[in-house]
C-alpha cells in the first residue's frame, strides 16, 4: 500500500516537536492538539462575537488616558488615543479572521476547480491552466496589492482580492497533483466499470480522497495568510487607520511600542497565537484525516 | 429460434494494444477468445505476459488499438452512450488488490449500493438497502456490516464486498483479475469456493485471469495461456494441463511447486540436467 | 518437540523467542515463545500465513528491528545474537548469517553498482579488491548469471527481477556464512524464474554445507525445499516435523486446514476447499473503528 501521499506542509514537524512522539501517526489527540484545537474554536468564536465581549467602545479616543499602562481598569493598557486595546483586540480579531477565511475560501474554490478541471481535461486543457497558474505564482501578494491599492483606494477588500488572486494558483497545483493520483487508483476504475457517470465519479470518488491533503494546506494556511493581511495592514494597504485589525494596531503603534510595549504585544501576540493554533490544527488534521495513515500497513 | 444461445457472451477478436514509449512493444498481441454462457475462462500467464491488459481492455477501461470486444453479440469497442452503458453493464470486475479496490470514503451499503443507484435498477432507497442486505448474504456476509467503512475488514471480507458490489447490477459475466493473489491460503480457500457458489447458483461466467496455475485448474473448465502478449495455447483444462501442446505451457506448469514432498523430489531428479543449461537463458 | 534426529549440535538455534512491539495501546507480543534448531547442511522451512509472526522470527535471528523487545536465546554457533552489542551482531550479519529478502529491489543500493555490493561483506573484513572482484565474477557465473564479469559493473535496475534476486543471494553468500535465511525470497518471481532461484539456493546451501532458514508462505515451496517444516501460527510453532510426515500425515488440526486449502492441479476440479484454517474471518473492528 503503499500509496502515501506526501502532503506537502510547511511545519508538518512543529506538532511532533510540541507532543514530544517522534511520529505521532496514529492520530491520537493529544493535549497539544486540545489545546491548539481550543485556541482556534476561540479565535473563530472570537471573530463571531469579538465586538460584543469589547468591554469598552474600542474607538472611544480620550487623550487623558493615552499611553495607560495595563493595570486594572484596562487590563491591557491603551494605546497612543487612549483607546482599550483589550476591546480593540477582540474587535480586531474579527476583521482579521473574516479576511483570512475570504481569502482562503476564495483561493480554494478557484484552486479546486481549475486545479481538476487540469487534472481531468486531458493535455491541452492542462497545459494551459498550468501556464496561467505560473504567471499567477510569479506574482508577489504585495506587490499586486499594492497595484490594486493604487487603483482601488487602499481598502481591506482591496488586500483581500490581491491575496485571493495571488493564493489560488498554489491550491491549483496542488489539487491538480492530489487528483492526478487519485484519477488512477483502483477504485476509480472499479467506479468506472460499475458504469458511473463522469460527475458522479469526481464528485463521489475522486474528489473525496484527493482533497484532504488540501483540507490541512488551507489549514495551514491560515496562518500564513494572517499574516500577509496584518503585514499588508501595517504597510497601509490593507485595514486603514483607526479600524481595529490586528496589524494596523501594530502598524499605527510604531512610534510608541519602545516607550509602551503593550501597545504591540497584545495584538502582535494574538497574531501569533492564532497562527501557531492553526498550524497545529493543521498537522493534527492532516494525520487525522488520511485513512492510510491511521490504519497503518497498508 | 436459439440463435442468442450460440452467440458467446463475451468474444474478444484480434485485440492489440500498444503502449507509447517503451519502444512500441505490444502488450497485447492479437489476442482472440471466447466465453460462453455458464463457462469460466481461466487467462494465464507470468507478469508481463499482457494478461491484465487484455482484462482491462474486455472491461473498457483501456481501449485498444484495434480489434473488437463483442458482448452479446454487439461490438463495444465501437458503441456510445446509453446502449453501452447497458451493455457495459453485463460485465463486471473484481481487482486484485482489495485494499484499493474500495473506496476508502464509502459505507460498505455505499459500496454495494451504487451500482443499482447509477443504473437505475433500484431507486428506492430503502429497497436497495433490503437488496444490498441480500447480496452481502450471497457473498457470505452478515447485515450487521452495513455501515463500515471499508478499513475495519480483512482483506479476505473486502474482496468479498467488491464481489457483493459487481453482482448488484447483475452481470453476466465477471472478470477477476488476480482476485485471491494477495490473500492468505486459507482465506483464499473460502474466496474461491464462494465464486464456485456464485457459479453453481447465479450461472455466473467467468473470466478469470491468474498466474496461479492450480487456482485456474481449481476454477475454470476452459484455459488460455498468455506469453508476451500472445495466447499460445487455448483448450479444456483437461487437454492443457495433462497434455499442453506448447512448449510454453510445459515448461510453466513444470515450475508449478506442488505441496507433495515425494513428487517434488521425483520431478527435481528428472529436471537436474534439463535445468543446467536452462540457466543462461534468462537474460535481460 | 525435537523428535527428529540431530545431526550434531545445531548451529542455529532459537530457544523460547518471545518478540512483542510497543504500540499506541501497550506492548504487542507477536512471536510467544518460538524453539526451533537448524543443524549444518539442513534445510529447514517455517510457513505461516500474514501475521503468524514467521517473519519477524526470522528478522529477530539477525536483530533487524531496532524497535523490537525480544526475550528467550537465538544462538548462533552457541554464541546468543540478543545478548550481543551492535557492533558484535554487524560482525555477525553477512559473517556468518546470510539473510535474503522478498523484494530484491528494495534490498539493493540503486546507486552502487552490483559489484561494489557484492564485494562489500568481503571488503569490510578486509579482503583485496582484485580477489574480491575475482570471488564475486566466480560467484555470479555460478549463480547463472550470463557473462558475469561483465555485469559486475552493472546497476541493479539494468537487472530483471530474478536476477536481481541472484544478486541479492549472492551478496548474502559472498562470505561463506554458516547460517542462511531467506525470507519469501521467491514470492515476487514468476513460476520459473522461482523454481531456478529454489534450485540455486538449494544447491549453494548443499555445496557450502549451509544451515538454512526458508520463511515462506507457500506450502508448495516448502515440499520440493526443505527437509523439515515448522508451522507457526500467532505466535507460536504448532506443529513441527519432517516434510514427509508432516504433509503426509500431519498431526495438528491447523497444518491439516492449511494443507486441505490449497488447490492442487491433479484434485478434483471445483472440490470444496478446506477453509478451516480461516481464523474465522472476524471483523475486527475497535470502539473507533481502526483496524487491528
Avoid at chain 1, 44 to 68: N, Q, R
Avoid at chain 2, 162 to 191: K, M, N, T
Avoid at chain 2, 230 to 258: C, F, I, K, M, N
Avoid at chain 3, 212 to 230: K, M, N, W
Wanted: with cysteine; proline share 5%; charged share 20%.
Amino acid at each position: 500500500m503503499s500509496t502515501t501521499t506526501p502532503v506537502p506542509t510547511r511545519s508538518a514537524g512543529l506538532r511532533n516537536l510540541l507532543t514530544r512522539k517522534g511520529g505521532n501517526k496514529q492520530g491520537h489527540t493529544t493535549f497539544v492538539d486540545r489545546a491548539a484545537l481550543g485556541v482556534a474554536g476561540l479565535m473563530v468564536l472570537l471573530a463571531l462575537v469579538g465586538p460584543y465581549l469589547a468591554p469598552m467602545d474600542p474607538y472611544a479616543v480620550d487623550l487623558a488616558k493615552s499611553l495607560t499602562p495595563p493595570g486594572s481598569e484596562h487590563w491591557m493598557g491603551t494605546d497612543a488615543n487612549g483607546r482599550d486595546i483589550l476591546s480593540r483586540v477582540l474587535a480586531g480579531g474579527r476583521t482579521t479572521i473574516l479576511a483570512t477565511v475570504a481569502v482562503i475560501a476564495v483561493a480554494t474554490v478557484i484552486g479546486t476547480l481549475i486545479g481538476t478541471a487540469a487534472a481531468l481535461g486531458g493535455r491541452i486543457v492542462d497545459e494551459i491552466l498550468m501556464r496561467i497558474c505560473d504567471v499567477g505564482l510569479s506574482l508577489p501578494a504585495i506587490v499586486v496589492a499594492l497595484g490594486l491599492a493604487a487603483a482601488m483606494g487602499p481598502s481591506l477588500q482591496s488586500a483581500v482580492i490581491a491575496l485571493a488572486a495571488t493564493w489560488w494558483p498554489g491550491y491549483a497545483r496542488l489539487v491538480r497533483t492530489l487528483v492526478r493520483e487519485t484519477r488512477d487508483a483502483e477504485f476509480v476504475e472499479s467506479a468506472r466499470v460499475l458504469g458511473v457517470s463522469r460527475t458522479r465519479l469526481v464528485l463521489r470518488h475522486v474528489l473525496p480522497n484527493s482533497l484532504s491533503a488540501l483540507y490541512v494546506q488551507t489549514t495551514l494556511d491560515v496562518s500564513a495568510v494572517m499574516l500577509v493581511i496584518s503585514g499588508l495592514s501595517f504597510v497601509g494597504v490593507g485595514a486603514q487607520v483607526p479600524a481595529s485589525e490586528w496589524g494596523a494596531m501594530i502598524a499605527a503603534s510604531r512610534d510608541t511600542a519602545i516607550t509602551a510595549w503593550w501597545t504591540v504585544l497584545f495584538p502582535g501576540l494574538a497574531i501569533a497565537l492564532t497562527a501557531i493554533a492553526f498550524n497545529l490544527v493543521g498537522d493534527w488534521l492532516r494525520v487525522r484525516t488520511d485513512p492510510t495513515l491511521r490504519t497503518g500497513g497498508r | 429460434m436459439n440463435t442468442a444461445e450460440e452467440t458467446p457472451l463475451l468474444e474478444a477478436r484480434n485485440l492489440v494494444k500498444t503502449f507509447s514509449g517503451r519502444s512500441g512493444t505490444r502488450a497485447v498481441n492479437d489476442v482472440s477468445f471466447t466465453v460462453r454462457r455458464g463457462e469460466a475462462l481461466g487467462l494465464v500467464g507470468e507478469s508481463g505476459s499482457g494478461k491484465s491488459t487484455t482484462a482491462r481492455c474486455v472491461a473498457g477501461l483501456l481501449h485498444p488499438d484495434s480489434g473488437q470486444v463483442l458482448i452479446a453479440g454487439q461490438d463495444v469497442t465501437r458503441a456510445r452512450g446509453r446502449a453501452l452503458r447497458a451493455t457495459r453493464r453485463r460485465i463486471q470486475m473484481v481487482f486484485q488488490d482489495p485494499y484499493s479496490s474500495l473506496n476508502p470514503r464509502m459505507t460498505v451499503a455505499d459500496l454495494v449500493g451504487e451500482g443499482m443507484y447509477v443504473h437505475g435498477i433500484e431507486p428506492d432507497r430503502v429497497r436497495r438497502r433490503d437488496r444490498t442486505v441480500e447480496l452481502l448474504e450471497t457473498v457470505g456476509m452478515g447485515s450487521e456490516h452495513l455501515d463500515r467503512y471499508p478499513r475495519s475488514f480483512s482483506g479476505g471480507q473486502r474482496q468479498r464486498i467488491a464481489i457483493a458490489r459487481a453482482l448488484a447490477v447483475g452481470p453476466d459475466l465477471l472478470i477477476c483479475d488476480e482476485p485471491v493473489a494477495s490473500l492468505d491460503v486459507s482465506v483464499q480457500a473460502q474466496v474461491l469456493n464462494l465464486f464456485g457458489d456464485l457459479r453453481e447458483k447465479l450461472g455466473l461466467s467467468l473470466l478469470f485471469i491468474a498466474h496461479d496455475l492450480a487456482v485456474v485448474h481449481h476454477l475454470c473448465g476452459r484455459v488460455a495461456v498468455m506469453n508476451s502478449g500472445r495466447v499460445v495455447e487455448q483448450g479444456d483444462r483437461e487437454q492443457v494441463y495433462t497434455s499442453p501442446r506448447h512448449p510454453y505451457t510445459r515448461a510453466l506448469l513444470d515450475a508449478v511447486p506442488v505441496p507433495d514432498p515425494a513428487a517434488e523430489r521425483a520431478r527435481a531428479a528428472g529436471r537436474g540436467a534439463v535445468h543446467t543449461q536452462n540457466h543462461h537463458e534468462e537474460k535481460r | 518437540m525435537s523428535g527428529h534426529p540431530t545431526q550434531g549440535t545445531p548451529l542455529l538455534r532459537i530457544q523460547d523467542l518471545c518478540v512483542s512491539y510497543p504500540t499506541p495501546d501497550g506492548l504487542k507480543e507477536v512471536v510467544r515463545g518460538v524453539d526451533l534448531s537448524v543443524s549444518r547442511g539442513e534445510r529447514v522451512a517455517l510457513v505461516g500465513e500474514s501475521g503468524s509472526g514467521k517473519s519477524v522470527t526470522a528478522r529477530s535471528v539477525l536483530r533487524l528491528d531496532s524497535e523490537a523487545r525480544t526475550s528467550g536465546r537465538v544462538l548462533i554457533d552457541g554464541q546468543d545474537v540478543l545478548e550481543m552489542n551492535s557492533k558484535e551482531v554487524r560482525r555477525v550479519r553477512g559473517a556468518r548469517a546470510g539473510l535474503v529478502f522478498q523484494d530484491p529491489l528494495a534490498s539493493l543500493n540503486p546507486v552502487k553498482t552490483v559489484g561494489w555490493q557484492i564485494t562489500q561483506p568481503l571488503r569490510i573484513r578486509g579482503m583485496g579488491r582484485r580477489e574480491a572482484r575475482r570471488r564475486a565474477v566466480d560467484l555470479l557465473g555460478r549463480l547463472g548469471v550470463a557473462d558475469p564479469a561483465r555485469r559486475f559493473d552493472d546497476y541493479p535496475h539494468q537487472f530483471s527481477g530474478g536476477m536481481r534476486q541472484r544478486v541479492v543471494i549472492a551478496i548474502a553468500v559472498i562470505a561463506e556464512p554458516q547460517v542462511l535465511i531467506a525470507d519469501e525470497p521467491t514470492t515476487a518471481l514468476d513460476v520459473q524464474v522461482q523454481a531456478q532461484v529454489l534450485e540455486l539456493l538449494g544447491e549453494l546451501a548443499q555445496e557450502k554445507d549451509m544451515a538454512v532458514l526458508l520463511i515462506t508462505h507457500d506450502l508448495g515451496i516448502v515440499a520440493g525445499f526443505a527437509q523439515r517444516v515448522a508451522v507457526m501460527r500467532d505466535g507460536k510453532l504448532v506443529e513441527e516435523g519432517d516434510v514427509d510426515r508432516v504433509y503426509a500425515s500431519p498431526r495438528h488440526p491447523y497444518t491439516r486446514a492449511l494443507l486441505d486449502a490449497v488447490p492442487r492441479i491433479g484434485d478434483q476440479p471445483g472440490r470444496r476447499l478446506g477453509t478451516a484454517a480461516a481464523t474465522a474471518d472476524p471483523v475486527s473492528v475497535s470502539p473507533e473503528g481502526e483496524e487491528l
